[in-house]
């Protein structure tokens, strides 16, 4: 049986911009398994209570259900070892949790920043309260407030991603001469973003760019061919 996974979704079923699903999206790809997207809205908790919580990505493999998408990427490589690694050995996958934590804390927020109201903007009707009250609980201001500073957001931004773009003028991914899953994890916040929001993130003379570019060819260019605007 397909695997299916839950995928959260904006007006659309088609605007895919969870970058923690991208993450697994990719991850699908690398492992060239096939899944079935199930699009999910955040106010939707009951169609994923069979997980156990209230969060996407989720995958349903056969019997077996995970969430979390470290935790979806680390089953992935143990049930199909035959396939192409996430994790190229233990050393891969210590510092691939590096850039997990270290973009989650840094990197998603900034992104945020940028993007806040064209996300907004881009939701399902239904999940707009939520968000705004979830997200403006969270964050202790109005996102318009955040909105109105989203140009002076983007500098932060690009000066976030500082100590990693060294590492991408001599390597072609975070995790070496090809992809695995540091990579995706980086990736997800900028899919994030180009799947709402025109603004354009990285300058083409950017190491970085030449290495979203790359991303986005990946997998026949799953990334790129997905609803969004030009990266
Ligand atoms: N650590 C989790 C985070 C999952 C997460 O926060 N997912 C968001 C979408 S990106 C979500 O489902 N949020 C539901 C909500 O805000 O109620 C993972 O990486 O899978």
């Not at 992935?76 to 973009?103: I, M, N, T």
């Not at 140009?151 to 695995?180: E, H, I, Y």
Request: hydrophobic fraction near 40%; glycine fraction near 8%; proline fraction near 7%.
């Amino acid at each position: 049986m397909q695997i299916r996974h839950w995928e959260l979704a904006g007006a659309e079923d088609d605007r895919l911009f969870s970058p923690n699903c991208w993450r697994v999206r990719m991850a699908l790809a690398h492992k060239d398994l096939q899944a079935e997207t199930v699009p999910w809205r955040l106010t939707e908790k009951d169609a994923i209570g069979f997980s156990g919580q209230g969060r996407v990505p989720v995958i349903q493999d056969g019997e077996r259900v995970v969430h979390d998408s470290w935790d979806i990427a680390v089953y992935l490589d143990e049930a199909y070892r035959d396939r192409p690694p996430l994790f190229e050995g233990p050393q891969a996958k210590s510092l691939a949790l590096f850039v997990k934590h270290w973009c989650e804390r840094n990197v998603h927020g900034a992104v945020f920043s940028v993007i806040v109201m064209d996300l907004f903007a881009s939701l399902h009707p239904k999940d707009l309260a939520y968000f705004r009250e979830s997200r403006e609980k969270r964050l202790g201001r109005r996102l318009e407030d955040m909105g109105a500073e989203s140009k002076a957001s983007l500098p932060a931004l690009r000066g976030v991603l500082d100590p990693v773009r060294p590492m991408l003028v001599t390597l072609d991914f975070v995790s070496g001469a090809s992809p695995g899953f540091a990579d995706y994890i980086l990736f997800g916040p900028f899919q994030w973003a180009r799947s709402v929001s025109p603004v354009r993130l990285l300058e083409p003379d950017d190491p970085m760019y030449a290495w979203r570019e790359r991303m986005l060819d990946l997998h026949g260019g799953l990334a790129r061919g997905a609803r969004g605007y030009p990266a």
